[in-house]
């Protein structure tokens, strides 16, 4: 007998058939690209599910990472602190600017950066551009250790909350904590537009 496959990610539409209305709507209109209503819904709508004022949509959670290192204002030859334990598009924009990566371990009990390495790595490097913290596997990091120390020297945080739309940490969610998050909703991530479709949001202005 063939056993029944299992498919990783497979694509679920919804019941009410949105996705060919919407499909449909599009050629009707003639109005497919660049942006529209529905992305500008989108950014609205995520933005108010996570407790941010604002938030774009890039093409990916790596670029949004990208954009949050540049506003940060990262240079060649920038220290930013990174979590040692991520996929790679957490530290890969630090290079693009040029920038150097300091890598923070992790801890046993969140598997992410550790704010004991943290304080130790700040006193060696107080001018570091940026920490950026992951929150892997949808388990968020110790949040107030880390703004504690960050706040102290002033540093900005970044959070890679790729892996973790709809994770909370004392009933907020990840994404809300740092001066910039990015989120991704490539197709393996907990929810997903099934396109490599980012976002950035940004606590305390719109984006
Ligand atoms: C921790 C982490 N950061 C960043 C990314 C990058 O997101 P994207 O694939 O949307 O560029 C991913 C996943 O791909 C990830 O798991």
Redesign the pocket.
Known sequence: MREKRIYLSSPHMSDEGYEMQYIKEAFDTNWIAPLGANVDGFEREMAAYIGVTGAAAL???????HLAIKLCGVKPGDVVLCSDL?????VNPVSYEGGVQVFIDCETDTWNMDPRALEIALKKYPHAKAVIV???YGTPAKMDEIIQLCSAYNVPIIE?A??SLGATYKGKQTGTFGKYA?????V??NDTSRK???IRSERSKAA
């Open positions: 093409v990916s959670g790596t670029s949004a990472l991520t996929f790679s598009a957490t992951a929150h892997l890679d790729a892996e990015a989120l991704s909703l490539v393996l991530k490599y479709t980012g």
